[in-house]
């Protein structure tokens, strides 16, 4: 079935870079996805990856795929304290005919001094 | 600034009484998505709504929960009767059915005692 897992805590200095894994289960997913929530609200995507590319760099975010193993990562430059939330990976899974965002449980980043 | 917008924010109910809970999704969006979110289960899809028709809502509790697109601007979740048990924050989302990218409401924190 689908299933996304991820760590659920990640804790780093200021200004280190933040690594945080996911893996999936479904091969046929056509998009993968981090989400980032903040206290109180939604969430919010950061980025997307097609299931074609093996690598994707927005400024200070940069994701890797890898498709063999079904493994999915988030580097975060320079983390920042903004940077605390919830990380969410996602993977696009067609089911019933329609695209079903397929969520793992989060990954609680912290950042301290 | 197109965005989707959850009423209320915040409910608290005592066990038996009717929630409703509703959601205006950004204009041109085609699908609607309510997940709810709790510590113990992480993100849960209740229903799936793709140009008002429900596809899925095989996620919801069927004796209790229904959900409903009476137009293109609004959906809506009802819990009735409500329960403890369905404390929660409650999610609405919107989209295209392209590329799976998902716009995330605040959310309604529901309370039941």
């Known amino acids: 079935g689908e299933d996304v897992e991820q760590s659920l805590f990640l804790s780093v200095r200021e200004g280190d870079s933040s690594v945080i894994n996911c893996t999936y289960t479904?091969?046929?997913?056509?998009?993968l996805y981090w989400y980032k929530q903040e206290p109180g609200a939604g969430l919010q995507l950061l980025t997307y990856?097609?299931?074609?590319?093996d690598m994707k760099q927005d400024q200070r975010l940069t994701v890797l795929l890898n498709k063999k193993d079904k493994h999915l990562s988030l580097r975060i430059a320079d983390t920042q304290t903004g940077d605390s939330a919830i990380y969410f990976c996602?993977?696009?899974?067609?089911?019933?005919?329609?695209?079903?965002?397929?969520f793992g449980a989060g990954t609680r980043l912290a950042v301290h001094p | 600034d197109a965005r989707v917008t959850q009423t209320p924010r915040h409910k608290v109910t005592e066990m038996g009484q009717e929630v409703t809970m509703r959601c205006q999704p950004i204009l041109g969006h085609n699908t609607v998505f309510w997940y709810r979110q709790t510590m113990m289960q992480g993100l849960e899809l209740l229903a799936y709504f793709r140009n008002r028709a429900p596809l899925d809502d095989s996620g919801m509790p069927k004796d209790r929960f229904s959900a409903e697109m009476p137009d293109a601007t609004l959906a809506t979740l009802k819990i009735q009767p409500s329960e403890p048990r369905d404390s929660a924050v409650y999610f609405c989302?919107?989209?295209?059915?392209?590329?799976?990218?998902?716009?995330f409401g605040e959310g309604s924190r529901l309370t039941v005692l």
């Open positions: 990856i097609f299931s074609n590319m």
């Open positions: 479904d091969s046929s997913s056509t998009y």
């Open positions: 996602a993977e696009s899974s067609l089911s019933g005919g329609y695209n079903k965002l397929i």
């Open positions: 989302a919107s989209g295209l059915d392209l590329n799976g990218e998902l716009f």
